[in-house]
T-cell receptor
Framework: DAKTTQPTSMDCAEGRAANLPCNHSTISGNEYVYWYRQIHSQGPQYIIH???NNETNEMASLIITEDRKSSTLILPHATLRDTAVYYC????????????FGKGTKLTVNP | DTGVSQDPRHKITKRGQNVTFRCDPISEHNRLYWYRQTLGQGPEFLTY????????KSRLLSDRFSAERPKGSFSTLEIQRTEQGDSAMYLCASNGQGGTIGETQYFGPGTRLLVL
């Protein structure tokens, strides 16, 4: 079973920041937090990952709480093309083992 | 680098027929994964290979399913005697050196199977 809990759906206005929460209260010290997204009828796409520190790349920012029990993925300026299902995954080995997906959050970006 | 490719993209078959899917990973990647995704659910792990060795199989992979990666490059997933419950998207992913913490998996576009 997935070790994460995410809201089923969220809406965001185009151009605004989208903040997607994830709870992972049972995360272990050696487990990373990964985010993937899946646009309709495509394969999942990697977004970002982190262990303890906040991370930023060209796609998004990842904020991990100090106790590591939750995190937030931030899309700073959402576009219509960001409409997708976003998956938060915890994994000790990262990409070197199977990924356990939950149902994710369906983000809809509205014009 | 053209990414992970899968063939066919869509397959419609009748119950009881055999089907085979192919996955071509990113060329330098030595780890290859298969997942299955049904409607409204996240992908579920089926099996993975490091080079030609199949290292783990999910209990979802019944006896009717077999996966191979004979030369450590492309992989095939065969389903024998298909059932309507096999209707799903079959996803392939790959990554590089293995054992590297934090290494991401790159997914292909998937093969959508419909069993009538």
């Amino acid at each position: 079973d997935a070790k994460t809990t995410q809201p089923t759906s969220m809406d965001c206005a185009e151009g605004r920041a989208a903040n997607l929460p994830c709870n992972h209260s049972t995360i272990s010290g050696n487990e990373y937090v990964y985010w993937y997204r899946q646009i309709h009828s495509q394969g999942p796409q990697y977004i970002i990952h982190g262990l303890k520190n906040n991370e930023t790349n060209e796609m998004a920012s990842l904020i991990i709480t100090e106790d590591r029990k939750s995190s937030t993925l931030i899309l700073p300026h959402a576009t219509l093309r960001d409409t997708a299902v976003y998956y938060c995954i915890v994994s000790a080995q990262g990409g070197s083992e199977k990924l356990v997906f939950g149902k994710g959050t369906k983000l809809t970006v509205n014009p | 680098d053209t990414g992970v490719s899968q063939d066919p993209r869509h397959k419609i078959t009748k119950r009881g027929q055999n089907v085979t899917f192919r996955c071509d990973p990113i060329s330098e990647h030595n780890r290859l994964y298969w997942y299955r995704q049904t409607l409204g659910q996240g992908p579920e792990f089926l099996t993975y290979f490091q080079n030609e060795a199949q290292l783990e199989k999910s209990r979802l992979l019944s006896d009717r399913f077999s996966a191979e990666r004979p030369k450590g490059s492309f992989s095939t997933l065969e389903i024998q005697r298909t059932e309507q419950g096999d209707s799903a998207m079959y996803l392939c992913a790959s990554n590089g050196q293995g054992g590297t913490i934090g290494e991401t998996q790159y997914f292909g576009p998937g093969t959508r199977l419909l069993v009538l």
